[in-house]
Structures are given as C-alpha cells and as structure tokens.
C-alpha cells in the first residue's frame, strides 16, 4: 500500500512539474480488491502514527 506521505510527495511532484491531479476514473476502481473496513482503519490509524507529536496528531486521530 501507498502511504499518505508517498502520495502527497507524488502528488506535490505532479504540481510542480505542471501537471494536473486528477480522480481515479470509476471504471478502475473495478480492478481495485475490497479490503473491507477494518483494513483501511488500520492503514489510517498507522498513518496517524507516523505524524510527529505537535502535528495535530490528536485533532487527525478523531
């Protein structure tokens, strides 16, 4: 999986080279497996943990 930071950084290089950020298209999203829930917080609530202390840490965890 793609961490958020990796992704930001992407998405920053994408901007700064003059490019266009755009949706993933629907027909995609087909291919993609469902992960269920229970995943996906678990990728969150480990992201949240990699946010330096005084970053929002709590404000982002709720």
């Given at each position: 999986a793609i961490s958020l930071d990796a992704l930001a950084r992407m998405s920053l290089r994408v901007r700064?080279?003059?490019g266009t950020l755009?949706?993933?298209d629907?027909?995609?999203w087909d291919d993609l497996p469902d992960l269920e829930s229970?995943?996906?917080d678990?990728?969150?609530r480990?992201?949240?943990t990699r946010?330096?202390?005084g970053?929002?840490?709590e404000r982002v965890a709720r």
């Open positions: 700064s080279a003059g755009r949706g993933i629907d027909h995609d229970g995943f996906i678990a990728a969150w480990h992201e949240v946010i330096t202390p970053d929002d840490a």
